[in-house]
């Protein structure tokens, strides 16, 4: 770590954990079938990528679960509900940690998220830690459905790179997702990949 200058951290079973069977059994209480390929870890339907880049809105995704279930009087609250069943919360001290490693390394959030998880993640931060999202947590912080861009893509990597005047070689990316890890590799960034049991306060490479 010691030519590391600049950290790059997802969201997802990284800082916020992510239960992705919870999310397949509440697909599969709506009436998605084949629920672990529909969205899993690491392979879902394309609705989500364009739901994720931005291309797709909230409604145009609910009318699309509906569509796919084949089920038109499913409420937005049924959908949503089913949708954020993916999302556990923060675990305890990474907050801390994050704010810890601030004045030590440039820190930036890049997450794959998508307005319905957005909405519940800024209210869930707001009622459990008081917090207005988590600015205060990162340098900057890169949303994909918001900057119309999502991982694995380089052009996102690219865009914190060049729009923060980053050196790869001196910046980490820690994610949960291989094919991230991958793109970064391929863009000269050092990375981590994040398995469970790990978690960020266990490495101590950020200490």
């Known amino acids: 770590m010691a030519t590391i200058k600049n950290i790059i951290f997802d969201y997802g079973n990284v800082i916020f954990i992510l239960d992705f069977m919870k999310s397949q059994k509440a697909w599969e209480e709506i009436g998605i079938d084949n629920s672990n390929e529909f969205y899993g870890h690491r392979v879902q339907d394309p609705i989500f990528t364009a739901f994720e880049d931005g291309s ?103 865009q914190v790179l060049n729009e923060n005047n980053l050196d790869p070689a001196e910046t980490l990316f820690i994610d949960d997702s291989p094919q991230h890890i991958a793109t970064a590799t391929r863009l000269g960034i050092q990375t981590y990949l994040m398995t469970a049991p790990d978690n960020i306060q266990a490495l101590s490479f950020l200490g």
Do not use: C
Not at 76 to 89: C, E, H, R, Y
């Open 56 to 158: 797709a809105t909230a409604e145009e995704f609910r009318a699309y679960i509906r569509q796919k279930i084949g089920n038109p009087g499913l409420t937005d609250a049924q959908i949503d509900s089913a949708w954020n069943g993916l999302l556990v919360g923060v675990t305890p001290g990474n907050h801390e940690l994050l704010l810890s490693l601030k004045p030590k390394y440039r820190t930036f959030l890049l997450s794959n998220i998508n307005p319905i998880h957005y909405d519940y993640i800024m209210n869930y931060l707001e009622k459990e830690f008081g917090f207005t999202g988590n600015d205060h947590l990162f340098e900057k912080v890169y949303y994909s459905h918001l900057v119309g861009k999502r991982k694995p893509n380089a052009e996102i990597f690219e």
